[in-house]
């Protein structure tokens, strides 16, 4: 599997980002997709994840309601859409592919892309 993660950048507090990952390889309808980030001196955390078939949607309590994963099956690609961003936010994001049927393992991971949330 390989992973192309695309779309930080420099943006205001309260602003948005789409992140995109896109994915290829091999056929990924028994995997879940998920965004993981790691902030300066921090461990790498969980963000969102979904499953590739079926849909169903994971946050961290910290994004619960201002970010959105969502998958385009014609494209193989997976969006993180991060409204109302927060200084917090700042970090490398990461899209991951699962192990298959696992949304806590994951084996295939992205290169990053860095979101940076200006006060």
């Known amino acids: 599997v390989q992973l192309q993660a695309s779309g930080g950048g420099l943006v205001q507090a309260g602003g948005s980002l789409r992140l995109s990952c896109a994915a290829s390889g091999r056929t990924f309808s028994n995997l879940y997709m998920g965004w993981f980030r790691q902030a300066p001196g921090k461990e790498r955390e969980f963000v969102a994840a979904i499953r590739w078939s079926g849909g169903n949607t994971y946050y961290a309590d910290s994004v619960k309601g201002r970010f959105t994963i969502s998958r385009d099956n014609a494209k193989n690609t997976v969006y993180l859409q991060m409204n109302s961003l927060k200084p917090e936010d700042t970090a490398v994001y990461y899209c991951?592919?699962?192990?298959?049927?696992?949304?806590?393992?994951?084996?295939?991971w992205g290169q990053g892309t860095l979101v940076t949330v200006s006060s």
């Open positions: 991951a592919a699962s192990r298959p049927y696992s949304v806590r393992q994951y084996d295939y």
